[in-house]
């Protein structure tokens, strides 16, 4: 997979984009902050046209294509193929004749931001404090649509929905490192070679995508909004785990060393899920794609950690629906959370 560094930047405090879905006007590309459609903007997008650009990406363009179609029904919609290009503005003029109000644009976002502060107690130079990872599908609206005397085009941009993916720690740990943000200590050539990670995506997956536009089409259809920085539970799709095997892939119980931006401690599947009192299984991402794309009905676990938040969630793997979402503080799936999921379901009717 190809990361687009258009800024280079340094910390360990990365914001790593969430395999869930977030509805609503965003304030931020680097936050998980969304404000409320009114039920104008839902009534409104569903009249035009969704034109869905295929990226050029891990995931077959032909493969995306059949799954997205397959599911999508909220309103007409149709494909087209990314160009390969690192260039910023050729890509822009790809894109530029397809912005139209009547139009609703979804498209891979593959950027890097940072952050920067002058002054305070470390001097009064500039440096840079934060770096952010911007990796999922958006869906736009373009409002306003003007040319000015030159011909350019200007518009305002209104976010209607992201589909967000997790970057791995072998991502996080390159980025950190990348401008000498931190000290590193010896060489990590070893450390890489046990877990043989490529940087990429742990979540960025053909059956993962079916699930997650599954769940944006369900409720961009029932007009709802849903702020993924906001925990919530249904307790009666809940109550399906006391008969169902929960499962959930192997990476979860891997740990990011925050300190060290690189991989902590890997732990067995008794020391992450022994306090789950119901049955369980953790597979390959492999395994766990296989089934969702043929159509097995089971729930599997998700988690990731943006910016020091972290996110668990449960997912129904024929419908995608979100049962369970969890938001707090942390960079690593704890005991404690599988702990206190499994009071969730034992309480659940």
């Known amino acids: 997979m190809k990361i687009k560094l258009a800024l280079l930047f340094f910390t360990i405090s990365l914001s790593g984009a969430l395999a869930q879905v977030n509805i609503g006007k965003s ?7 969304v404000s409320h459609h009114k039920q104008d903007v839902f009534d409104r997008v569903k009249n035009m046209e969704t034109i869905f650009f295929i990226p050029n990406s891990i995931i077959g363009k032909e493969e995306l294509k059949k799954e997205i179609k397959s ?16 260039d910023e503005v050729e890509r822009y003029n790809f894109f530029k004749p397809y912005f139209s109000e009547n139009k609703m644009i979804i498209s891979l976002i593959d950027n890097i931001y940072s952050k920067t502060k002058t002054g305070g107690v470390m001097g009064t130079g ?26 350019e085009l200007n518009f305002d941009e209104r976010n209607i929905a992201e589909v967000i993916f997790t970057p791995n720690i072998r991502l996080r740990q390159d980025i950190a490192y990348s401008v000498g943000g931190k000290m590193m200590i010896g060489s990590f050539d070893k450390i890489n070679e046990k877990y043989g990670e ?27 909004n849903l702020k993924m920085e906001d925990s919530f539970e249904k307790e009666d799709k809940i109550a399906d785990l006391k008969s169902n095997t929960l499962y959930a892939p192997m990476w979860v119980l891997m740990k990011y060393n925050a300190m060290a931006a690189s991989y902590g401690k890997t732990r067995t599947e008794e020391e992450l899920f022994g306090k789950y009192e119901y049955n369980y299984q953790v597979l390959s991402n492999e395994e766990i794609n296989e089934k969702i794309l043929k159509g097995d009905d089971f729930y599997y676990m998700m ?11 449960v997912i129904h793997s024929t419908n995608g629906e979100i049962i369970y979402s ?24």
Not at 27 to 33: E, G, M, R
Not at 303 to 313: A, D, E, H, L, M
Not at 326 to 349: I, T
């Open 126 to 151: 500039t440096r840079t404090v934060g770096g952010y990872i911007s990796f999922k599908f958006r869906a736009s609206v373009f409002e306003n649509i003007k040319k000015n005397k030159k011909g």
């Open 198 to 224: 490529e940087p990429g995506f742990y979540n960025y997956d053909l059956g993962y995508v079916k699930n997650f536009f599954q769940e944006l089409n369900q409720r961009l259809s029932d007009s709802k």
């Open 27 to 33: 304030k931020s590309p680097i936050n998980l902050y």
């Open 303 to 313: 988690y990731t950690q943006f910016n020091r938040v972290k996110i668990i969630s």
């Open 71 to 86: 599911i999508w029904s909220f309103n007409q919609i149709s494909f087209v193929d990314e160009i390969e290009t690192d």
């Open 326 to 349: 969890k938001v707090d503080g942390a960079y690593n799936v704890k005991d404690s959370d599988l702990k206190a999921l499994s009071k969730l379901v034992k309480k659940a009717s």
